[in-house]
């Protein structure tokens, strides 16, 4: 059974830091392209970054560089989202998603380029 579980998100303060984890079952975890989503309340889940399974490319969009970062850890099957510089606008539901590939360089960045998620963690951004 595939299992991604991310890790609590939690309550920062506008200009404050946090970094989620995902930890999954997926093996073997460097043939499974990784990406985060979020969805905030009323708006449609949009997407936050993107690593390869060899974890030497990512991406993101504009909203996002300079103040998210991706990485992964394939020794231990966990994804991570290093988020700085937080404002109220990036308060959502952070989900990470999976997707098998044959190649260990490929880059998933769409949502149904992904077939598994996890149940999604709160970030709320307030002071």
């Known amino acids: 059974q595939v299992q991604l579980v991310e890790s609590a998100g939690g309550l920062v303060q506008p200009g404050g830091s946090l970094k989620l984890s995902c930890a999954t079952s997926?093996?073997?975890?460097?043939?499974?392209?990784m990406g985060w989503f979020r969805q905030a309340p009323g708006k449609e889940r949009e997407f936050v970054a993107a690593?390869?399974?060899?974890?030497?490319?990512?991406h993101y969009p504009d909203s996002i560089k300079g103040r998210f970062t991706i990485s992964r850890e394939n020794a231990k099957n966990t994804l991570y989202l290093q988020m700085n510089s937080l404002n109220p606008e990036d308060t959502a539901v952070y989900y990470c998603?999976?997707?098998?590939?044959?190649?260990?360089?490929?880059?998933?960045?769409?949502?149904?380029?992904?077939?598994?998620w996890g149940q999604g963690t709160q970030v709320t951004v307030s002071s």
């Open positions: 690593i390869t399974g060899s974890g030497d490319v990512t």
């Open positions: 998603a999976a997707k098998f590939t044959s190649s260990t360089r490929v880059l998933v960045t769409t949502q149904r380029g992904f077939n598994y």
């Open positions: 997926l093996r073997p975890f460097s043939h499974y392209a």
